[in-house]
């Protein structure tokens, strides 16, 4: 499960003017883990920005597996053309696909960890499944709770983190790239184990 290349998806829209946005949390991990990796993000010929290196440490002090960290430089709801293309390039099969996403349906600063099922009504998702043919990818979503009030969930998820909620999110965002880390590392189900259980901790 731990040897071979991971492909590590940030979803979001790209452009200074979303980078703060609740939809790019997935990328905000991404650059915690790009800090981690020691490496910065360069544009691919597939649309996209990425860091190839490797992330974290073997038992023995080996360095961990090869991951490239991948940022979509299409808008979200057409992400699958990027991630299909990057997959292709560096052949990398669906199970050693990570997609990094922001999710409603979860209380904000709430990590979960799944492979396959539903999308959830996130167009990111959906256009990654299509492009893929399968649903069967981990995805690791990234809370951040439901707009208050009568606020349209399509304005809520385009408007930035509050001052109030960005101490949080930064711990949050430390969380989620541990877990990305503990599934490259240790395989998914002890990832899994770890985050929703504590157990391992």
Same mark, same amino acid.
């Given at each position: 499960? !731990? %040897?071979?290349?991971?492909? /590590? /998806?940030?979803?979001?829209?790209?452009?200074?003017?979303?980078?703060?946005?609740?939809?790019?949390?997935?990328?905000?991990?991404?650059?915690?883990?790009?800090?981690?990796? $020691?490496? %910065?993000? !360069?544009?691919?010929?597939?649309?996209?920005?990425?860091?190839? $290196?490797?992330?974290?440490?073997?038992?023995?002090?080996?360095?961990?597996?090869?991951? *490239?960290?991948?940022?979509?430089?299409?808008?979200?709801?057409?992400?699958?053309?990027?991630?299909?293309?990057?997959?292709?390039?560096?052949? /990398?099969?669906?199970?050693?696909?990570?997609?990094? &996403?922001?999710?409603l349906d979860l209380p904000a600063?709430?990590?979960?960890?799944?492979?396959?099922?539903?999308?959830?009504? &996130?167009?990111?998702?959906? %256009? *990654? %499944?299509?492009?893929?043919?399968?649903?069967?990818?981990?995805?690791?979503? /990234?809370? *951040?709770?439901?707009?208050? $009030?009568?606020?349209?969930?399509?304005?809520?998820?385009?408007?930035?983190?509050?001052?109030?909620?960005?101490?949080?999110?930064?711990?949050?965002?430390?969380?989620?790239?541990?877990?990305?880390?503990?599934?490259?590392?240790?395989?998914?189900?002890?990832?899994?184990?770890?985050? &929703?259980?504590?157990?391992?901790r």
């Amino acid at each position: 499960m !731990t %040897s071979g290349t991971w492909l /590590v /998806v940030g979803l979001g829209n790209p452009g200074p003017e979303y980078a703060g946005n609740r939809h790019n949390v997935g990328q905000m991990v991404l650059d915690v883990l790009a800090r981690r990796m $020691g490496g %910065s993000f !360069t544009t691919h010929k597939a649309r996209a920005q990425v860091l190839d $290196g490797r992330l974290g440490v073997l038992p023995g002090g080996a360095p961990g597996p090869r991951v *490239i960290l991948a940022k979509p430089a299409s808008y979200m709801n057409v992400s699958g053309g990027p991630v299909g293309a990057l997959a292709k390039f560096y052949d /990398v099969t669906p199970d050693r696909l990570l997609v990094v &996403h922001d999710e409603l349906d979860l209380p904000a600063q709430t990590l979960r960890l799944k492979v396959d099922g539903g999308e959830g009504g &996130h167009n990111g998702l959906k %256009s *990654i %499944s299509s492009a893929l043919g399968t649903k069967e990818y981990v995805r690791l979503r /990234v809370g *951040i709770g439901r707009p208050p $009030g009568r606020m349209d969930p399509a304005d809520y998820v385009l408007r930035d983190f509050a001052v109030a909620e960005r101490p949080d999110l930064g711990v949050t965002l430390e969380e989620a790239a541990d877990a990305v880390e503990e599934v490259v590392l240790s395989g998914l189900e002890k990832a899994q184990q770890r985050l &929703h259980t504590g157990v391992g901790r």
